[in-house]
């Protein structure tokens, strides 16, 4: 070898279309695993004989932790371990073809070429490389064998998040944009800040070809409970000293920030946004990933796949209980392999970012098969109980009275938990529901078989628990039966209408008093303020039905709703010589309507008008209005842009240049934000064309 620095061509482009990694915008060469890469380099005479590669990575490379391996040039290619074949050589320049296994460890490798004819030579470094997963090989732990679910859950840069209720479903875009600027070096530096790495570089690296330890690793660190990971965990309603979780529209943001704070955690997250940032990653290492929402999930604190809420004798509902059944709570599925549990239970894998409870001592879940979430094989790992609790715990609501400390069981419901489970289509912009993946049909025997054989796994069905509610307790039929009906729109600005509805279910009369109160809460269903009670009481003819109108003006909620924009109603009915009736309702009220239009056709590199309306539908003025805008190859970062106030029933509209910088379907996220309304959000897809 030339006794000066090799010169090596990487042959970015080429390489980079073989591996589906056109997308990111580096100057290094990044591949997968599995599958040649093709260098040119100079310097040498008879190269088939005396070349011998050095790929190595990580601070103490070495062969037994496989993050170093030695190979000369060989004929063919071997499918077990590192090899080189010639590709041509000429007078001065030699072209290898250089094949990576398929379970090697990913990460930055630094590539190095020694002549083994002289014996004083050190190995010229021809530079470094990035390798990651690879789902298009069949070899691989996280191949998929359907193309275009490739193309959404690795390349696919825009997604679709479900939120509010489970009678009420919306949802919002959210920028994932894995091949941004310097994402990957972040995701590669999440990895050296783990708690694992900290303790022990040289096994941790060792483990990096695995799906499932990086998975579980990278639960733990996108939330900063621990390690000092990406982001910190706020429910409270209240998000002085950092963004609120509803304002960010993208991870990239995030994790900048996180880089630049010198790693110190970003704030604030929640559910989703701990979702939507391990899918980044996840898809920026390759391995194929998508969130999913799931609509009343419960958070079982105590494992005993029951989930008990308190209320008082004037229905108020009491933030006493570490158990909480959420609006909605949102976490990630990755596709892999489980060598370690077997072929059927390979897969989707649940992930969960958000920091609820812990697991094997720090804040992680997962991953947790889905099939042995379905068959209620709750005993295999990672956090299969918590996991299927959250879509199958059974529900206890009881009257809590402080005085005594004395609880009544009202009634309690096992078809609430896990409801319309959904994540974004393949290719399209829809709402796919996956609830049957899951769990078997609500109600069906099957699912009640499944419900006892994971009872029984986890030990509790021999276990004599003082907290269960006695079968007496159970049995009891109520009297009466009542349900709150909505009366008009859910939207924030309008006075919020409902009808409480009472049935007599007997063939007597009954005198019924009932006590109402609406809470603003956070998504999680966390009382926040008092916003109105009342009390009445009603006699009931035999088997008469009697409608009573609510109305809650919007001057009365608007100050003590949260960004979560949720309300929830609660009449707590006593009737006499019967047992107390709960009847509650979950509100999520929608935000006024956002509008995008794109003035002109969209061409690449040529400057196009984009304009936002947006009207103040209340009769207040609006202040501190900002509008914040981000999309992929559409504008480089995030453009704020600050609103002069609304008056009353005004009308803005607001205009700003893109010079987009791609062809092909870009998403445009828009985000408005004052005083009176949080976060109202819409995006537009826009064609960008040569």
Request: charged share 20%; proline share 5%.
């Amino acid at each position: 070898i030339a006794a000066t620095q090799p010169s090596t061509n990487w042959h970015l482009k080429e390489n980079a279309r073989d591996h589906h990694t056109s997308k990111f915008s580096s100057k290094e060469l990044i591949v997968r695993r599995g599958q040649a890469f093709i260098v040119t380099f100079n310097g040498t005479e008879q190269p088939e004989q005396n070349l011998t590669f050095i790929a190595e990575t990580g601070p103490k490379p070495s062969k037994l932790a496989k993050t170093q391996a030695t190979f000369g040039i060989s004929s063919t290619v071997s499918k077990e371990s590192w090899s080189a074949v010639l590709q041509s050589t000429s007078s001065n320049s030699v072209s290898i073809s250089i094949y990576s296994p398929p379970n090697a460890v990913i990460g930055r490798y630094k590539l190095s070429v020694q002549s083994t004819s002289s014996d004083s030579s050190s190995p010229a470094s021809l530079g470094t490389f990035v390798l990651l997963f690879n789902p298009w090989s069949s070899g691989d732990d996280v191949f998929m064998p359907n193309k275009a679910e490739c193309e959404e859950y690795v390349l696919e840069e825009f997604g679709i998040i479900f939120a509010g209720n489970k009678n009420h479903i919306n949802s919002f875009g959210w920028n994932f944009g894995q091949f941004q600027g310097d994402i990957l070096n972040i995701c590669l530096s999440m990895l050296d800040r783990s708690l694992n790495y900290r303790q022990d570089p040289a096994t941790d690296l060792s483990h990096r070809n695995d799906p499932k330890y990086l998975g579980r690793v990278l639960s733990a660190m996108v939330n900063a409970n621990d390690d000092q990971g990406v982001l910190l965990g706020n429910w409270s309603g209240n998000y002085a000293g950092g963004k609120s979780p509803s304002s960010w529209t993208g991870s990239g943001e995030i994790l900048q920030n996180w880089k630049k704070s010198g790693f110190k955690p970003v704030r604030y997250g929640q559910c989703w946004v701990f979702a939507a940032v391990l899918t980044t990653v996840l898809r920026c290492l390759g391995i194929p990933t998508r969130t999913i929402t799931n609509f009343s999930s419960a958070h079982d604190a105590d494992g005993n796949l029951r989930v008990d809420e308190f209320y008082d004798a004037y229905g108020n509902h009491l933030d006493r209980a570490a158990d909480s059944v959420w609006n909605f709570h949102v976490w990630n599925e990755s596709w892999f392999s489980r060598s370690d549990l077997g072929p059927s239970y390979s897969g989707w894998q649940v992930l969960d970012a958000t920091p609820q409870e812990e697991s094997g001592g720090i804040y992680q879940c997962g991953p947790a098969s889905r099939n042995a979430i379905k068959e209620g094989d709750v005993d295999l790992d990672y956090d299969c109980p918590f996991v299927f609790a959250e879509v199958n715990a059974d529900c206890m609501y009881w009257n809590y009275d402080p005085a005594t400390g004395k609880k009544t069981l009202i009634f309690s419901k096992s078809t609430i938990i896990g409801q319309f489970i959904s994540t974004k289509a393949v290719g399209r912009d829809d709402r796919v529901d996956v609830t049957n993946d899951y769990k078997y049909e609500e109600g069906s025997t099957k699912e009640r078989d499944i419900f006892k054989k994971a009872r029984k796994k986890l030990g509790l069905e021999d276990k004599f628990d003082p907290t269960a509610p006695t079968p007496q307790e159970i049995d009891q039929k109520p009297d009466i039966s009542g349900k709150f009906k909505v009366a008009g729109p859910l939207e924030v600005g309008k006075d919020l209408n409902l009808i409480l509805v009472l049935a007599n279910l007997q063939s007597d009369a009954k005198t019924v008093h009932v006590n109402m109160t609406a809470w603003s809460t956070v998504y999680t269903r966390r009382p926040v303020h008092e916003i109105w009670k009342d009390s009445i009481s009603v006699i009931l003819s035999p088997k008469e039905e009697k409608q009573f109108p609510i109305k809650i003006p919007y001057p009365e909620y608007h100050q003590q709703l949260t960004t979560d924009n949720t309300i929830q109603v609660t009449a707590l009915c006593h009737v006499e010589g019967g047992i107390q009736v709960l009847v509650q309702r979950d509100i999520t009220l929608d935000n006024p309507a956002i509008d995008i239009q794109v003035l002109g056709e969209a061409k690449v590199n040529q400057e196009v008008d984009v304009e936002v309306i947006f009207t103040n539908p209340i009769d207040m003025e609006l202040m501190d209005c900002v509008l914040q805008v981000e999309g992929n190859d559409l504008l480089r970062g995030i453009l704020e842009i600050d609103v002069p106030p609304l008056k009353a029933s005004e009308k803005s509209s607001t205009k700003f240049k893109l010079i987009p910088f791609e062809t092909g379907p870009k998403h445009l996220l828009v985000n408005f934000s004052c005083d009176k309304f949080a976060a109202i959000k819409t995006f537009k897809m826009v064609n960008v064309i040569d």
